[in-house]
C-alpha cells in the first residue's frame, strides 16, 4: 500500500522530489493545510511561516530545474522548537512571559538546515524553557498527543511540540533539544525516532539554554536513515560554540543493509530498573532483545555500574542549578507569568550552593570514566525509553518525571537514539532506546535501522481521520 505523502520519510520524499512526482512548493503547501486544519487541537505549532516556507519552496523548485547540483535535503520542509532562535522570528522558549522575544540571531543550526536546502515550516512548541519531560505547558497549552484524540494524554518533553508534529504529519521531521531526555521521550510516547546527540557534536549556538553542561540538538524524525541524514548536515565545528571544536567528523552507517550480527549489546537487570515501569514496557524491551538476537547481535544482561535513581538526582541538580544562574532575574518576580512546576524548578536550583554544585560536576567525571569504561565490552545499552505509554493529562503529577531511564545518559556523556517498540493494549506506542559511548552515532544509527527494518514499527501512524475528514 503507498504511503501518504504526509507520513513519508525524508528520504521517500526526496525521491518523490527527484522523480517530478511533486514539487516542493507542492509539498510545502500539503504539510501547510494539514497545520491549518489540525494545529488548532494539536497545538504542535508556536508560530508557521506560511509565506515565507513557500516562497523558500518556489525558490527550491527553481534551483532544482535549472540543474544546478542540489544536496539530499533540498526542498524539504521541517519544524524547530522554539529555543533555536531566528532573527527577527519569535522565540518565546514555551514561555508567556517571553512572548515578546524575538531572535537577534539566527542559530547555528536554522543556518545548516537553510544551508541544506531546507524549507522552515514553523517553530514547534514545548515545555516552558525546556524544563520539563511531561509535555506540559499550562500558560501556552500542552500540544496534543495525535494517537488518542480523545483523551488529551502527554505529548513528552520538553521538545513535545517538534513530537506530535512529525507523528502528527504535520512535518517529515523537527529539531529538538535534550538535556535529561527531551527528546528521546516525546519520540517514545509519540512513536518516533529520536536522536540524542553527544554534547558538542552540534552546535547549540544561538539556542536559548536550559543547562550550558548538557544540553544537545538532535533530529526527531520517522525513520533511522532520516535522522543520519539530518545529522549529517548538521554536526560539525562552530567557533560560535567553542564545545564543537575538535570532534570527530559524523561517519554515517550504510542504510542500504542492515546487518548487525556480531555486535554486542549490553542489557540491564529489572531489579535495576528505575520505579514505576510497567509491563507493557517491560514485555516491548524484551521483545526488542528478541528482535536483536533475531538479527544476529550478541544481547547479554550486565549489571550496571551506576545507580540510575542517583544519576536521574545529579542530573536534576546540574540542569536546576545552572538554569536558576539563567532565570533568577525574574522568576521569583509573581508578576511575571510562569508555570507553578516550572517556577518551582528553577527556583529549587537557587538552593544548589557552590559545593554541591562543585561537587556534582566531579561526580558526573566519575560516572562518565565509569561508563566509558563498561561500555568498552558493548557497542550500545538497551533500555526501555519511557517508563510507560502516554498518561492523561489530567493525572500528571509534576512532583515526578518520565525520565528515569533517559537523564542518566545525559549525565554520563552518552549518545541515545529512541525507537519505536510496539504499542500498550489500548495502541499508544512504546519505546525502547539505545545508548552509546560519546560520538558513536553511527553504532547507534547501525542498531537502530536493523531493528527498524525488521519490526516496520516506524511505518506505523495514528489515525487522525477525525482531524482531517
Keep these: 500500500m503507498s504511503v501518504p505523502i504526509e507520513f513519508r520519510s525524508l528520504v521517500e520524499l526526496a525521491g518523490g522530489l527527484s522523480a517530478g512526482e511533486f514539487s516542493s512548493r507542492e509539498l510545502v503547501a500539503r504539510y501547510l493545510g494539514r497545520i491549518a486544519r489540525a494545529n488548532g ?67 547555528t543550526v536554522v543556518k545548516r538546515l537553510q544551508a541544506a536546502g531546507m524549507i522552515i515550516l514553523g517553530k514547534a512548541q514545548m515545555v516552558e524553557f525546556a524544563f520539563g519531560g511531561y509535555g506540559t505547558n499550562p500558560l501556552c497549552g500542552t ?103 575538535g570532534t570527530p567528523a559524523v561517519a554515517l552507517p550504510d542504510f542500504a543493509q542492515a ?19 510497567s509491563a507493557e514496557v517491560r514485555a516491548a524491551w524484551r521483545a526488542a532483545i528478541d528482535v536483536f538476537r533475531s538479527l544476529g547481535a550478541v544481547v547479554t544482561e550486565r549489571a550496571f555500574p551506576l545507580d540510575l535513581e542517583e544519576l536521574v538526582a545529579r542530573n536534576g541538580q546540574l540542569i536546576a542549578a545552572e538554569a536558576y544562574r539563567i532565570h533568577r532575574h525574574h522568576v521569583e518576580d509573581d508578576s511575571v507569568p510562569l508555570g507553578a512546576a516550572v ?47 502516554a498518561i492523561p493529562v489530567a493525572e500528571v503529577d509534576e512532583m515526578l518525571s518520565p525520565s528515569g531511564f533517559t537523564r542518566a545518559g545525559n549525565y554520563v556523556g552518552a549518545c541515545g537514539l529512541a525507537l519505536p517498540a510496539g504499542f500498550s493494549a489500548s495502541g499508544l506506542p512504546l519505546g525502547i532506546q539505545l545508548l552509546a559511548k560519546p560520538f558513536a552515532e553511527r553504532t547507534l544509527l547501525r542498531l537502530g535501522h536493523a531493528h527498524e527494518t525488521a519490526t516496520g514499527l516506524t511505518r506505523m501512524t495514528p489515525d487522525l481521520a477525525a482531524l482531517f475528514n
Design 143 to 245: 500540544p496534543w498527543n495525535p494517537w488518542d484524540l480523545r483523551t488529551q494524554r502527554i505529548p513528552g518533553g520538553s521538545s513535545s511540540g517538534s513530537g506530535v508534529a512529525v507523528a502528527a504529519g504535520l512535518a517529515p521531521a523537527a529539531i529538538g533539544s535534550d538535556t535529561g531526555g527531551s527528546i528521546r521521550i516525546p519520540a517514545g510516547l509519540n512513536g518516533i525516532v529520536g536522536l540524542k546527540t553527544t554534547f558538542g557534536l552540534v552546535s547549540v549556538a544561538g539556542c536559548f539554554p536550559l543547562s550550558t553542561t548538557l544540553d544537545t540538538i538532535g533530529p526527531m524524525t520517522r525513520t533511522v536513515a532520516d535522522s543520519g541524514l539530518l545529522l549529517a548536515a548538521l554536526a560539525g565545528p562552530d567557533p560560535a560554540d567553542p564545545n564543537t571544536l
Design 41 to 107: 487541537r494539536l497545538n504542535a505549532y508556536a508560530e508557521v511561516y506560511e509565506e515565507s516556507a513557500l516562497a523558500a519552496a518556489e525558490a527550491a523548485d527553481r534551483l532544482r530545474a535549472s540543474g544546478w547540483p542540489v544536496g539530499p535535503l533540498h526542498g524539504l520542509p521541517i519544524a524547530v522548537k522554539d529555543l533555536c532562535d531566528i532573527e527577527g522570528r519569535i522565540g518565546t522558549v514555551g514561555s508567556k512571559a517571553f512572548a515578546q522575544r524575538r531572535g537577534t540571531v539566527t542559530s
Design 259 to 277: 546487518d548487525i550480527r556480531g555486535m554486542r549489546i549490553s542489557t540491564l537487570p529489572e531489579a535495576q530498573f528505575p520505579a514505576g515501569v
Design 343 to 389: 517556577r518551582a524548578r528553577l527556583l529549587a536550583g537557587k538552593a544548589i550552593g557552590a559545593a554541591d554544585y562543585i561537587a556534582a560536576r566531579e561526580d558526573q567525571r566519575r560516572a562518565s570514566a565509569l561508563f566509558a569504561r563498561w561500555m568498552e565490552d558493548a557497542e550500545a545499552l538497551l533500555t526501555p525509553s519511557v517508563p510507560y505509554a
